[in-house]
């Protein structure tokens, strides 16, 4: 038993340092710099599709630091990393006409209780790029998302958390209707709450197949990308900036009444 907290306190000690020093948490990369072919992606995770062959653009719009050249395999397996996937992004090479950005350390969609840091980004990198796609899928707390810009302008944002619906903006998508989701019906109802809906079952409500299910409509398919024809190449894995860290709106401060209106009224 002795033996067992020992260890346990060593990891847990040499984890906490892994998460301060950036140097020892490169060690844990596996440097495999031999070029691959794409490796499929798309579960538990956010990802940006890009209508671009200029990786490099990409990188310097995002604002990553500590890059490292890495291919498929160790670009995409970081981006899973318990550890490492709270910090970097992997930016792929192009598959076809698109490059993508890979990883839990993407900004998502938050409710009015946290800043947004998620469409800020959308609309900075939607400046740049003529088509800017983006998903989000996170089961474990059955928290959905998918977004799309053209020319610079927002087409369709939808996103579905534990406590309903966060976005809903733009006109409703043929591919979304063929989805058939209960929550489109809430634009119909004029509102987001959704106890306005008939819960009878959970067919209805958003999934992590619906996720995959636009992203094939309007990009590729991350799950299938190894189906895609394409070069073996490498990309590049990158620390996120610190302001896509999700943090708390201020609460607002209660204004001090005077002390004689607190006084009775004799």
């Not at 707390?141 to 944002?157: D, M, N, P, T, V």
Request: glycine content about 6%.
């Amino acid at each position: 038993m002795y033996l067992i907290l020992a260890v346990t306190t060593i990891l847990t000690g040499f984890f906490v340092w892994v998460s301060v020093i950036p140097w020892l948490r490169e060690l844990l990369i596996d440097h495999d710099v031999a070029p691959d072919k794409p490796w499929p992606f798309g579960y538990r995770t956010a990802w940006l599709a890009i209508r671009t062959t200029d990786s490099e653009a990409v990188i310097d719009t995002l604002g990553l630091a500590e890059l490292q050249c890495v291919n498929w395999r160790t670009g995409i397996a970081t981006t899973y990393d318990e550890d490492l996937g709270s910090y970097y992004v992997f930016v792929s090479p192009p598959v076809g006409e698109w490059t993508f950005v890979v990883g839990l350390a993407l900004p998502h969609p938050v409710n009015a209780r946290f800043i947004d840091g998620c469409m800020p980004l959308l609309t900075s990198v939607a400046a740049r790029f003529y088509d800017v796609q983006y998903f989000f899928t996170y089961p474990v707390i059955e928290h959905y998302a998918w977004s799309r810009f053209e020319a610079g302008k927002l087409q369709r944002a939808f996103a579905w958390g534990d406590e309903g619906v966060i976005w809903n903006k733009g006109p409703l998508t043929q591919e979304e209707r063929d989805l058939g989701l209960k929550v489109f019906e809430l634009r119909r109802l004029g509102g987001t709450d959704v106890d306005n809906l008939d819960n009878d079952d959970d067919a209805g409500y958003p999934r992590e197949d619906h996720v995959l299910k636009i992203a094939s409509a309007w990009s590729l398919d991350p799950t299938e990308i190894d189906h895609q024809s394409a070069d073996s190449a490498l990309g590049f894995v990158g620390q996120v900036p610190n302001e896509w860290r999700i943090k708390r709106t201020k609460p607002r401060k209660r204004s001090r009444k005077r002390q004689s209106d607190l006084r009775p009224v004799t």
